[in-house]
């Protein structure tokens, strides 16, 4: 009955857990990838209606003494995927209550970095009117292009319109 009861609390099972602790180095090619999926048969509320799948990955970890490239002479290929809770049906319900004790909230502060540079930035719409503006300031500074022709404005054709009146 305990035995049972420990092994519904545990998220992978011991060959999985095995298979993690294996792993000799995670890196930035590692997958460790939660999937959820919704059986819109269920009630709303059921625990049972989002079900959560757990595949990894260990990335590019062969030994490159060992393994010759696949894909050319300085690429590993990725190890592909397992599903670490195959066979257990687990419902998102019961991941969230597993995984909530190692959650920490966390207090968002105004020295954060990203937050710095963002009330630095300046806004779309003045971004977009110093374009405008510059824009603008680069065609009155140009020159009238050379066609050959002499240039028609708005006041050489009201000047030319009263000497035929």
Do not use: C
């Not at 298979?19 to 059986?39: A, G, K, S």
């Not at 509320?45 to 990955?57: M, Y």
């Not at 708005?154 to 030319?160: G, P």
Request: proline share 10%; no cysteine.
């Amino acid at each position: 009955q305990q035995q049972g009861q420990q092994q519904q609390q545990q998220l992978l099972s011991p060959e999985m857990q095995d298979l993690l602790d294996d792993t000799p180095e995670f890196d930035y090619l590692t997958h460790i990838v939660f999937r959820m999926y919704e059986n819109k048969h269920v009630p709303v509320h059921a625990p049972e209606r989002f079900r959560v799948e757990i595949s990894f990955s260990p990335g590019a970890a062969y030994n490159p003494l060992e393994v010759s490239p696949q894909l050319g002479p300085h690429v590993l290929d990725t190890v592909p995927r397992v599903q670490l809770n195959e066979g257990i049906a687990e419902t998102f319900a019961h991941v969230e209550s597993l995984l909530t004790p190692y959650a920490t909230p966390r207090k968002v502060s105004p020295s954060i970095y990203a937050l710095q540079v963002a009330l630095r930035a300046p806004s779309f719409r003045e971004t977009k009117e110093a374009e405008a503006a510059a824009a603008a300031a680069a065609a009155a500074s140009r020159p009238p292009p050379a066609t050959g022709k002499p240039r028609v404005t708005l006041t050489s054709l009201l000047a030319q319109t009263q000497e035929d009146v």
